[in-house]
């Protein structure tokens, strides 16, 4: 039996949820033009789009946002969350804004010049779409290990530090703006990064004398598994891990839709530099707003400085890990491949591996995420070859390096039984996987068009 971690709260408000037929969702899924995101929330049954603001908060927060301080300049709530950055991450600066995009739109303009090149671990989406804004190159330097879905590695969201290094000499230091790490990396299924790694990227950085930012969007899921998976961490401190983590960057930019654990939110950090705060400072005033709100309601700074405690804590950390673990746990001996050992917020199927038979331009992991939805109501997306723009010159489309369908797993939200019903949907649906069809794409955007192409099954 697999392991399921206790809740470390209950339920004192609920939100009904719509139980729909098979034949519903395939009316509702033809009128979305098979693309999930154009499905309605009332359509579905489990969401596992994202887990980004789609957390559920605390009473204590809930009580937090009716004393949220809505003064334009100097709401009481700004000072409690400068106070809650400075005293979690050691941080003098913490600029709020609406969300993590956001903070990349005001933060990179003051890192990034024409021509220089962005170096990740991996870019998450708007992070790269932000580099791009500044006429500037992302480029992903995740470990190798990543790549191999099956194999048991501790920190597969880790730079590749000889690549780094090598990158930096064939480039040259000026040409690269900034060296980003994303904890957890997204996009490698979740995964942390270690003290270790994160020492060693730091070093690279002083060394060639480049900025280090961290994608701080997970970053308590990402100290949590370093107490339990890095050598000598395990009787250290979320808030110590964290604050050493957060000494080797000079900045961060962070989402707080995740583990700030509200609805909305962001932030960024900066650790000393009081002229890159004040370059912050003065994009955010037309950008986002006046710097003691930052694009949110009071109520909201309120919220997101008791989140970013309540994160902290390790009872919930144990349980946010262990949810995602179960669900993982259950999918592997049911036979589903999926991104292993799991990563903090997510469930990475390795659609290439249950639809071997849909080439990457018919796009698995779509066809793998439209067929959960029919099945049992579950909606998740795909980050595979579809996520994928064409390429502007010649049209083609680019095949990813992996094909993923993504199951995430909001905070405080789903039960146990949740995590079974979508279990039991992955696994009836591998048993007829051959008779899965692939899509098309019949309209599309020049740009990020997976958030609104129209697709079609192939026959
Ligand atoms: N960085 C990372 C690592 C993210 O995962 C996200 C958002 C952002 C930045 C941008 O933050 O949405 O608040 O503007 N990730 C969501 C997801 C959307 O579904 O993975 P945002």
Known sequence: MSDYIAEPFRIKMVEPLRMTTREEREAAIEKANYNMFALPGK???????????????????????????????????????????????????????HQGRAAEKVLFPCLLKE???????????????????????PIDLVTKEALDTEKDYPFKGNMDVDKLENFIREKGADNIGVIIMTITNNSAGGQPVSLANMRQVAAVARQYDIVLNIDAARFAENAMFIKQREKDCEDRSIQDITREMFS?????????????????GGLIGVKEDEDLFTKVQSMTVPLEGFVTYGGLAGRDLEALSIGLYEALDEDYLEYRLGQIRYLGDILRKGGIPIQYPT????????????????????????????????????????????????????GEQPEAEMEFARFCIPRRVYTQAHLDH????????????????????VWQPKVLRHFTAKLQPLE
């Open 43 to 97: 359509d579905v049954y489990i969401d596992l789009l994202t887990d980004s603001g789609t957390n559920a908060m605390s009473d204590a927060q809930w009580a937090g946002m009716m004393i949220g301080d809505e003064s334009y300049a100097g709401s009481s709530s700004y000072y409690k969350l400068r106070d809650a950055v400075q005293d979690i991450f050691g941080y003098r600066y913490g600029q709020p804004v």
């Open 115 to 137: 021509g220089q090149y962005s170096v990740s671990n991996t870019h998450f989406d708007t992070t790269r779409g932000h580099v791009g804004l500044c006429k500037a190159t």
């Open 248 to 264: 080797y960057a000079d900045c961060f930019t962070m989402s707080g839709k995740k583990d700030g654990i509200v609805n909305i």
């Open 343 to 394: 990563g903090g917020h997510a469930i990475f199927v390795d659609a290439r591996k249950v639809l071997p038979h849909i080439p990457f331009y018919e796009f698995p992991g779509q066809a793998l995420v439209i067929e959960t939805y029919l099945e049992g109501g579950v909606r998740g997306c795909d980050i595979g070859s579809y996520m994928l723009d064409p390429d502007p010159e010649t």
């Open 422 to 441: 979508i279990a039991r949907t992955l696994i009836a649906i591998k048993d007829k996987a051959d008779s899965l069809k692939g899509y098309r794409i």
